[in-house]
């Protein structure tokens, strides 16, 4: 049977969400709680593939198990094997053909911004010290929005097929701590949302003179700005269709 979750987790420790042969996963760590509390080799898909030190709040999964399980009991021992920096719920059956990756209709990202030093955030924030025009980076953020061809904001080694993808939503915000930046699309390329918003910090900060229209339309990852740094992007949701 196929069940799905939700993942929660502090991608610090991590060297991303998909198994390699150097590093510790997120995707490796659920594979071996799964096996030990199902006594069958599991194999853990998700929708997304976070990079080392980003978080998740809402990651989608799946998993093929032999046999029906007892869904209260298994996410329970799941979450007690789990270190405490990953958790899982609404563990449920789904359809056989249902697909972490290729059933979501949507993705949401946040990444969170503050201007001064924050001990207690520091892994959760990028720290933008020094003046920031947040009226130009307002002003660029309904550049993004609709369909476009995204190369500019795609690093090397994505190995995506197409670089278009649609963004249906994009805004930023205000917070106790700081700023967050929110943008929702149907799909993201290989550190697309870090470096949008590096280019935006950028052209805030004066260092970066054209327009994000302008970049996006260039296609060129050399005019576009630095990659955030990783601690302060959270996938924040997967969208799926009868799934809350």
Same mark, same amino acid.
């Given at each position: 049977?196929?069940?799905?979750?939700?993942?929660?987790?502090?991608?610090? +420790?991590?060297?991303?969400?998909? $198994?390699?042969?150097?590093?510790?996963?997120?995707?490796?760590?659920? /594979?071996? #709680?799964?096996?030990?509390?199902?006594?069958? &080799?599991?194999?853990?898909?998700?929708?997304?593939?976070? @990079?080392?030190?980003?978080?998740?709040?809402?990651?989608? #999964?799946?998993?093929?198990?032999?046999?029906?399980?007892?869904?209260?009991?298994?996410?329970?021992?799941? /979450?007690?094997?789990?270190?405490?920096?990953?958790?899982?719920?609404?563990?449920?059956?789904?359809?056989? @053909?249902?697909?972490?990756?290729?059933? #979501?209709?949507?993705?949401?990202?946040?990444?969170?911004?503050?201007?001064?030093? &924050?001990?207690?955030?520091?892994?959760?924030?990028?720290?933008?010290?020094? @003046?920031?025009?947040?009226?130009?980076?307002?002003? +660029?953020?309904?550049?993004?929005?609709?369909?476009?061809?995204?190369?500019?904001? $795609?690093?090397?080694?994505?190995?995506?097929?197409?670089?278009? $993808?649609?963004?249906?939503?994009?805004?930023?915000?205000?917070?106790?701590?700081?700023?967050?930046?929110?943008?929702?699309?149907?799909?993201?390329?290989?550190?697309?949302?870090?470096?949008?918003?590096?280019?935006?910090?950028?052209?805030?900060?004066?260092?970066?003179?054209?327009?994000?229209?302008?970049?996006?339309?260039?296609?060129?990852?050399?005019?576009?700005?630095?990659?955030?740094?990783?601690?302060?992007?959270?996938? @924040?949701?997967?969208?799926?269709?009868?799934?809350?």
């Amino acid at each position: 049977m196929r069940y799905f979750f939700r993942v929660e987790y502090d991608g610090t +420790n991590y060297g991303g969400w998909q $198994c390699q042969s150097h590093t510790v996963s997120v995707q490796e760590t659920l /594979n071996k #709680a799964l096996s030990v509390v199902t006594r069958q &080799r599991c194999m853990v898909h998700g929708a997304g593939r976070t @990079d080392a030190g980003v978080h998740a709040r809402a990651q989608g #999964a799946h998993v093929d198990v032999e046999g029906a399980l007892d869904i209260g009991k298994c996410e329970l021992s799941v /979450n007690a094997v789990l270190p405490r920096d990953i958790g899982i719920y609404r563990l449920q059956p789904v359809a056989a @053909d249902f697909h972490a990756r290729y059933s #979501a209709r949507l993705r949401r990202y946040r990444y969170y911004l503050c201007d001064r030093k &924050r001990p207690l955030l520091y892994k959760r924030v990028w720290m933008t010290f020094g @003046d920031i025009d947040w009226a130009a980076v307002n002003e +660029n953020i309904p550049h993004l929005l609709g369909r476009h061809e995204f190369g500019a904001f $795609c690093s090397s080694g994505s190995g995506a097929k197409t670089t278009i $993808c649609t963004i249906k939503r994009a805004e930023l915000s205000d917070t106790d701590d700081g700023r967050v930046f929110m943008i929702e699309a149907d799909r993201f390329l290989y550190k697309m949302v870090r470096t949008t918003v590096g280019t935006l910090i950028g052209i805030g900060r004066g260092k970066i003179t054209r327009s994000l229209s302008e970049i996006i339309l260039s296609g060129d990852r050399a005019k576009a700005g630095e990659t955030a740094p990783a601690c302060g992007l959270v996938l @924040d949701n997967v969208e799926y269709d009868g799934i809350d």
